[in-house]
């Protein structure tokens, strides 16, 4: 991954001057770097999808490389995961367990920043005992653009590196396993569900009003997606995660 951030960290600003389209540099991030990442993944994330993204139609503002698992969201644009964001001015690249910017500003309009740092301080909260390994400080992707800001709300806990002194492999890959439990946790905790409205399909009747019943479906079909399960047991498997309870094997 050293190799892949490095390169990225180099060559982004001079490529950005230049076609998207069939740059060498886009395809580097969209197959290379993200073949890096997925190689340093421990085994039991091999199933999880790993995008790299130079950006869709025009250049990014800055570039990435996501994890997702495909129970909780498939897309950059929805859900929570882990991702490499590089800051625009390519000083810095974080690993950081984030969320999709796109679907909730369309929900919540101007008021989509507040939203991610309320959801991010919730899955901060989730995750406490973890701060001692992770820091929860902001990070600064330096653009004012909506993606960047977004990201910055967004961002729940990682780590921060310096592109001119970037750690081992063996250093980014630890750091990226324990992120990935981190993943995991979050999603056995509830997500950035509100515990009450995880479990409780008729929360919609006690909202009070007709812009918050809208936001309240919306949220609904993103986060408790009706073919999470289906994706879920592909990935993990038929082993219950809470008791060991095989259920292939039983049934």
Sequence with gaps: MREAFQRIATEFGTAKEEPLSGHPLARYIREDAATQVRDALPARYQPFLVHGSPGVGNWAEIPWIAVFDPAITESATRGYYVVYLFSADLHRV?????QG???????????YVDELRRRAALMRGRLSEHRDRFSDAAIDLASDAYLPRGYEAGHALGQAYDTSSL??????????????SLYLFLRSRGGVLPLEDAGDE??????????????????????????????AKKVHGYVCQGCGFNFEAVY
Excluded: C, W
């Excluded at 974080?94 to 984030?98: G, P």
């Design 94 to 98: 974080y690993l950081s367990l984030n």
């Design 101 to 111: 910017t796109t679907i909730v500003r369309q929900e919540f309009g101007a008021g």
């Design 167 to 180: 750690p081992s492999d063996d250093e980014l890959a630890a750091d990226l396993a324990s992120t990935m």
């Design 202 to 231: 008729a929360a919609e009747e006690h909202t009070e009003t007709i812009i918050e019943r809208r936001r309240y479906r919306l949220h609904r079909s993103v986060e408790r997606d009706s073919s999470a399960g289906r994706k």
